[in-house]
T-cell receptor
Framework: NAGVMQNPRHLVRRRGQEARLRCSPM?????VYWYRQLPEEGLKFMVY????????ESGMPKERFSAEFPKEGPSILRIQQVVRGDSAAYFC?????????????FGPGTRLTVT | GENVEQHPSTLSVQEGDSAVIKCTYS??????FPWYKQELGKGPQLIID?????GEKKDQRIAVTLNKTAKHFSLHITETQPEDSAVYFC???????????FGAGTRLTVKP
């Protein structure tokens, strides 16, 4: 059973471009979470999605950031008009269901660099 | 909202010694406290967790203690080995995984 997959692993974008980060959850998992990790900092929750629904986006900036988890295909975190401050590692995690009984499994992350 | 603080930010120990990492949380409603290990270039991996109905949990060389009154919890690693070197994160959650708040991390180095 493959773990959580993220791609690309590294992404370089110039200021003003768009960044698309993909996350394929573990097989059988329908809950996806996105986190951002700045250098030397912990993970900051961004958004929680179930298939076709955004459940909690309280940690996601109101502008330029969006996330989706379609019925088919991976979850996408989209950052429009990137700025240098968006440079970070973005991790997604998946779980079988919600609640503390269900462990979140993390992917390897996408390291975004904005030049 | 919940605020989790973690100390120390870096920790260096000799192989075989013990390592202790401490976290405090602010929301007394938090009832789930996982610890994650993150190796270089990888995502965090859950290593142990504790729920608010117990004060201590142990798994081989790793143990976690929780003091609900003081709102702090700690990770203890005994007989450290070089492969324990990584960044360790604590987290606190109220009742759902999506509400998880992480500490800033502790970079542990175990010297052979």
């Amino acid at each position: 059973n493959a773990g959580v997959m993220q791609n690309p692993r590294h992404l370089v974008r110039r200021r003003g471009q768009e960044a698309r980060l993909r996350c394929s959850p573990m097989k059988g998992h329908s809950h996806v979470y996105w986190y951002r990790q700045l250098p030397e900092e912990g993970l900051k929750f961004m958004v929680y999605l179930q298939k076709e629904n955004i459940i909690d986006e309280s940690g996601m900036p109101k502008e330029r950031f969006s996330a989706e988890f379609p019925k088919e295909g991976p979850s996408i975190l989209r950052i429009q008009q990137v700025v240098r401050g968006d440079s970070a590692a973005y991790f997604c995690a998946s779980s079988q269901s919600t609640g503390v009984l269900y462990e979140q499994y993390f992917g390897p992350g996408t390291r975004l660099t904005v030049t | 909202g919940e605020n989790v603080e973690q100390h120390p930010s870096t920790l260096s120990v000799q192989e075989g010694d013990s390592a202790v990492i401490k976290c405090t949380y602010s929301d007394s409603a938090s009832n789930y406290f996982p610890w994650y290990k993150q190796e270089l270039g990888k995502g965090p991996q859950l290593i142990i967790d504790i729920r608010s109905n117990v004060g201590e949990k142990k798994d081989q060389r790793i143990a976690v203690t929780l003091n609900k009154t003081a709102k702090h919890f700690s990770l203890h690693i005994t007989e450290t080995q070089p492969e324990d070197s990584a960044v360790y994160f604590c987290a606190a959650s109220i009742y759902d995984n999506n509400d998880m708040r992480f500490g800033a991390g502790t970079r542990l180095t175990v010297k052979p």
